[in-house]
């Protein structure tokens, strides 16, 4: 099987953003809408990243890169792996809470998109390795 190559076909700026994040604190980030392609599917994804992940001359937003969105989907793929008991261990949230199920069943879809993008299971691809460098192995040199 020859490894799929993952590029950035777009990445739209949708604005400076906030956020409210469970522990109540707002949260200050840029929000694009990032298209990935791979041997001719693509995956559309919003993207979120810190205000710290602006140019340090113009303090403009820097467009991200595919290893680094493909990096994190893959890590959210391996969390909606195991089962709901499991996930809510692991990120320390109670099995009675709908926001918990809301989070796994998303982890899962981004795990059943990336297949699609890829033509392989994502999950299988890190076995014994870190997330980023699989994402970087994948991700063609632009």
Request: net charge negative; proline share 4%.
């Amino acid at each position: 099987m020859t490894k799929p190559q993952v590029r950035l076909v777009s990445a739209v700026f949708n604005g400076e953003q906030d956020e409210r994040q469970t522990d109540g604190k707002a949260w200050r980030h840029f929000a694009w809408t990032v298209t990935l392609g791979c041997d001719g599917r693509t995956l559309v994804t919003p993207w979120r990243a810190g205000i710290g992940h602006a140019d340090k001359r113009t303090g403009k937003p820097t467009q991200p890169k595919a290893e680094e969105v493909l990096g994190s989907l893959i890590m959210d793929s391996t969390a909606g792996s195991n089962s709901f008991a499991d996930f809510c261990d692991e990120m320390g949230m109670d099995t009675d809470s709908r926001r918990a199920l809301e989070t796994y069943l998303a982890c899962q879809k981004i795990a059943a998109d990336l297949r699609k993008l890829l033509g392989v299971d994502p999950v299988a691809l890190i076995y014994e390795r870190d997330a980023e460098e699989v994402a970087s192995d994948l991700c063609a040199a632009v």
